[in-house]
């Protein structure tokens, strides 16, 4: 027995999906927006806290002296 797994995206779903109107459609892929954002923002605050925990941190000042180095500020 042969099994072909189909890998779909989401936007592949959510275009098959032909009894839903556009506003239906339009706010599904929202969704998935506002998700995505979610879970890339919750990877950057376990990236964050990994950092700390392995002592990869840096103090005000010199983050401050940085930002102000690369945008000529004085």
Same mark, same amino acid.
């Given at each position: 027995?042969?099994?072909?797994?189909?890998?779909?995206?989401?936007?592949?779903?959510?275009?098959?999906?032909?009894?839903?109107?556009?506003?239906?459609?339009?706010?599904?892929?929202?969704?998935?927006?506002?998700?995505?954002? +979610?879970?890339?923002?919750?990877?950057?605050?376990?990236?964050?806290?990994?950092?700390?925990?392995?002592?990869?941190?840096?103090?005000?000042?010199?983050?401050?002296?940085?930002?102000?180095?690369?945008? +000529?500020?004085?």
């Amino acid at each position: 027995m042969v099994t072909v797994q189909v890998k779909l995206s989401v936007e592949d779903i959510i275009a098959s999906l032909s009894d839903f109107e556009a506003i239906e459609i339009e706010k599904l892929q929202d969704a998935i927006v506002e998700l995505k954002d +979610n879970l890339d923002l919750q990877a950057a605050v376990d990236e964050g806290l990994e950092d700390v925990k392995n002592g990869r941190i840096s103090t005000h000042e010199s983050v401050m002296a940085e930002i102000k180095s690369k945008y +000529n500020y004085k």
